[in-house]
Nanobody, 123 residues
């Protein structure tokens, strides 16, 4: 099982930016995708973005396209989520996740999760 540790959450005003990081360790995940989900109070966890570990392909949820960018540093086994033009509706706990491309991107039910990091966007 891959171990995932997030960092970088916090409080920011609307229109501001934050960068989340997710450091991965454990068994090789060369065939995996890594990504981010989020869960707002009273809502279900939803997919945000994903990136293929062995290639450049990325995926985004429609509401974050053009504002969020997912990137990776293979040497550091770390995935980043750069969040710009943040809106109050982006407020949520953000979770890093890893699994096969099918589980993460298609069915959106990955098996490896981080502990989550809170992102709060004030009006």
């Amino acid at each position: 099982q891959v171990q995932l540790v997030e960092s970088g959450g916090g409080l920011v005003q609307a229109g501001g930016s934050l960068r989340l990081s997710c450091a991965a360790s454990g068994p090789t995940f060369i065939n995996h995708a890594m990504g981010w989900f989020r869960q707002a109070p009273g809502k279900e966890r939803e997919f945000v973005a994903a990136i293929i570990w062995s290639g450049p392909r990325t995926y985004y949820e429609d509401s974050v396209k053009g504002r969020f960018t997912i990137a990776k540093d293979n040497a550091k086994n770390t995935v980043y989520l750069q969040m710009n033009s943040l809106k109050p509706e982006d407020t949520a706990v953000y979770y890093c996740a890893a699994d096969s491309v099918y589980n993460l991107v298609v069915v959106k039910r990955p098996n490896s999760w981080g502990q989550g990091t809170q992102v709060t966007v004030s009006p």
